[in-house]
């Protein structure tokens, strides 16, 4: 949002607190972040809010306008939303540890070779993307590259 000139306020709630449970739901009906409070309405799930602001800024572009780019982007944003179970389950994300190779499995690999696989069609397509991505606590921002 930042990146687009979209004004927001930004509340941190530190993670993993006794309290931060009971802060995230004054916010977000799932308990989690990210959240988007439109006036009085929470929009919760990083793609639910990229998709929202691509609903109310269209004038931005922040998904690609050709229909074919926009599908693809869509396409590769669902997935890497929702995919890669194996990977998510036995590495989940934790910005704080160095855990190299620790829960690397067959299908883990799997799952880390169909993402390098997204990113290298896309590069040698030279697709205009979008993705949605977390910096730090920082509301989801929608973004597009041209990747070439």
Known sequence: MKQFGIEFQKIRILLYQPETPSQLRQYSPSGKVPVLIDDVQPIWDSL??????AEIFPNLNLYPEEKIARVVARSISAEMHSG?????????????AVLPGRGM???VQKDIERIVNIWANVANNS???????????????LCTHQLF
């Not at 639910?48 to 602001?53: G, T």
């Not at 890669?84 to 704080?96: I, S």
């Not at 205009?128 to 606590?137: K, M, T």
């Open 127 to 141: 697709v205009q993307v979008a993705i949605c991505y977390l910096v730090n606590l920082q509301l989801p921002m």
């Open 48 to 53: 639910a809010i990229c998709e929202y602001l």
């Open 105 to 107: 499995t067959p299908d």
């Open 84 to 96: 890669f179970q194996n990977l998510r389950h036995n590495m989940p994300m934790n910005c704080r």
